[in-house]
């Protein structure tokens, strides 16, 4: 697994078509429970270099119910993004993934991630790449339709601040599938403590 980790990082596929040079963003070991699937580094975690250290990843673990600890516990997750790389900014925000990572590097990673008990899908890329047809014609309908795709999957709407108006849109997301998420994730990863009652 160290010797995988240390071949991603070293990856240039993309180099002559990324804004600044490769930095993969990826982070998993052979003992991950859950595996969270998103789409790119924005323009912080690229700096950073830690997967999710920015305002969505804020919200993603409330919306798990984990710790800052916990969700950096390779042990118990595993954090894969559909593009490890910054892809860059456009008129309407960050450009879409690369598709070189999802077939190049995937397969070779979760070919060692024997434990992995669920997989969060989050946005349309990481729900198109690995629910194939059975995805929805929109993200809303996918993400509504949520309890098809258990006890496989989790799929989860953007994280991005830009999402409140989706969030307001949608109430039955936080009303119905987040107790189910944090349940879920409670019953999997080992020492925290159990979800609020919403």
């Known amino acids: 697994m160290n010797y995988l980790a240390s071949e991603i990082k070293k990856c240039q596929l993309c ?20 595996a969270i699937i998103g789409q790119a580094p924005g323009r912080i ?20 119910g984990v710790s800052i600890e916990d969700f950096y516990d390779t042990q118990q997750f595993a954090l894969v993004p559909m593009g490890f790389c910054y892809p860059g900014t456009g008129k309407s925000g960050d450009f879409p993934p690369r598709k070189e990572c999802g077939p190049t590097w995937h397969p070779l990673i979760f070919k060692h991630l024997k434990k992995i008990e669920f997989t969060i899908l989050i946005g349309s890329y990481a729900q198109k790449y690995y629910l194939k047809k059975e995805a929805k014609k929109t993200l809303t309908e996918t993400v509504q339709y949520f309890e098809e795709y258990l006890p496989n999957y989790f799929v989860l709407p953007h994280l991005s601040p830009r999402n409140n108006i989706w969030l307001k849109k949608n109430p039955w997301f936080e009303q119905g599938l987040l107790p189910q998420l944090k349940k879920k994730v409670f019953e999997v990863v080992d020492g925290i403590n159990p979800p609020n009652k919403l």
């Open 45 to 64: 975690v690229h700096k950073t270099g830690i997967p999710w250290s920015d305002k969505s990843g804020d919200r993603l673990r409330n919306w798990l």
């Open 15 to 34: 180099a002559s078509v990324l804004p600044y040079a490769p930095n993969p963003v990826v982070s998993f070991s052979s003992k991950s429970k859950i």
